[in-house]
C-alpha cells in the first residue's frame, strides 16, 4: 500500500505539479503561474502530496527533510499546525507527486484558490486531507474564515465543503471560462468558533483513521 507525505511546494515540484493538474482540470494554471505564487506571492500557501518511492516509509523521509533543513515534523492528523513556514526540502527525482493544494491569506480570511489529486487516486480521502491541511494552516496563522468557488454543478465537493461547515454565501456568474458555468461562493463558519472546532476535530478524527497512517505531514 502506498504511503504519502504533504510538504510545501517548491519550484522543482512545479513541472510535475503542472501535469497532475492537467489531468485533473480543462483550464491549468501555466507553470509560469505558480512560479510568481511561489516567488512573489508572500500570502500564497501551496502544498504538495508526494507519493513514497517503494520501501521508503514516512518515517525515513521525514527524518531525511528535518536533517536536511533543521525543521520540526508535525505527523498527519489532530494537530494544528504552526504558522506555515517556507523551509526548502529538496524535491527528490524518485518522489512523485501525486497532488496538490494552495490557498491565498487575506487579512483575517484564507481563499483556497486549488486542489488536485490524480484522477486514478480519488476516492482515498487524499483530497480531503489537502483540504483539511489547507484549514489547519490557516487556523494556525490566525484566519477567522475560510472560502472558496465551486462550480454549481460540482455536487460531490460542495458536501465535502459543507461537512466541514462551509455554506453558500453568494454565486459568481460564468466564473469557469471553459464552458461559463457559474461558481458557488463558499464560507466556513469562523474558525475559532466551539462548534467549528468541535467539528472538525471529528473530522480530522474520521480522516486519520481512513488515511492517518498512510500520511506524513511535513510544514
Same mark, same amino acid.
Given at each position: 500500500m502506498s504511503k504519502y507525505v504533504v510538504r510545501p511546494m517548491q519550484f522543482e515540484d512545479i513541472e510535475a505539479v503542472s501535469a497532475v493538474e492537467r489531468e485533473c482540470f480543462t483550464t491549468p494554471w501555466p507553470m509560469s503561474a505558480y512560479r510568481r505564487e511561489l516567488r512573489d506571492n508572500r500570502l500564497g500557501r501551496y502544498i504538495v502530496l508526494v507519493?513514497?518511492?517503494? +520501501?521508503?516509509?514516512? #518515517?525515513?523521509?521525514?527524518?531525511?527533510?528535518? @536533517? $536536511?533543513? +533543521?525543521? +520540526?515534523?508535525?505527523?498527519?492528523? /489532530? =494537530?494544528?499546525?504552526?504558522? %506555515?513556514?517556507?523551509?526548502?526540502?529538496?524535491?527528490?527525482? !524518485?518522489?512523485?507527486?501525486? /497532488? %496538490?493544494?494552495?490557498?491565498? *491569506?487575506?487579512?483575517?480570511e484564507a481563499h483556497v484558490t486549488t486542489i488536485g489529486v490524480k484522477p486514478e487516486l480519488r476516492g482515498q480521502g487524499l483530497g480531503e486531507l489537502l483540504f483539511a491541511t489547507l484549514i489547519e494552516i490557516a487556523i494556525g496563522v490566525g484566519a477567522r474564515r475560510v472560502t472558496l468557488e465551486v462550480r454549481v454543478s460540482n455536487y460531490a465537493a460542495q458536501a465535502l465543503y459543507r461537512?466541514? &461547515?462551509?455554506? @453558500?454565501? /453568494?454565486?459568481?456568474?460564468?466564473?469557469?471560462?471553459?464552458?461559463? $458555468?457559474?461558481?458557488?461562493?463558499?464560507? !466556513? $463558519? &469562523?474558525?475559532? !468558533?466551539?462548534?467549528? =472546532? =468541535?467539528? %472538525?476535530? =471529528?473530522?480530522? $478524527?474520521?480522516?486519520?483513521?481512513? #488515511?492517518? /497512517?498512510?500520511?506524513?505531514?511535513? *510544514?
Open positions: 507519493e513514497l518511492p517503494e +520501501g521508503e516509509d514516512t #518515517v525515513t523521509v521525514v527524518e531525511r527533510i528535518e @536533517e $536536511e533543513n +533543521g525543521n +520540526g515534523v508535525r505527523r498527519a492528523v /489532530g =494537530q494544528l499546525l504552526r504558522p %506555515f513556514a517556507r523551509p526548502t526540502p529538496i524535491a527528490r527525482s !524518485s518522489e512523485r507527486i501525486v /497532488g %496538490f493544494a494552495g490557498m491565498w *491569506l487575506m487579512l483575517d461537512k466541514y &461547515t462551509f455554506r @453558500e454565501e /453568494g454565486i459568481r456568474r460564468r466564473y469557469y471560462s471553459d464552458n461559463n $458555468e457559474d461558481a458557488l461562493i463558499m464560507w !466556513s $463558519e &469562523t474558525l475559532e !468558533s466551539p462548534h467549528f =472546532q =468541535q467539528c %472538525f476535530r =471529528q473530522i480530522r $478524527e474520521t480522516l486519520d483513521e481512513r #488515511v492517518g /497512517g498512510l500520511v506524513a505531514v511535513h *510544514l
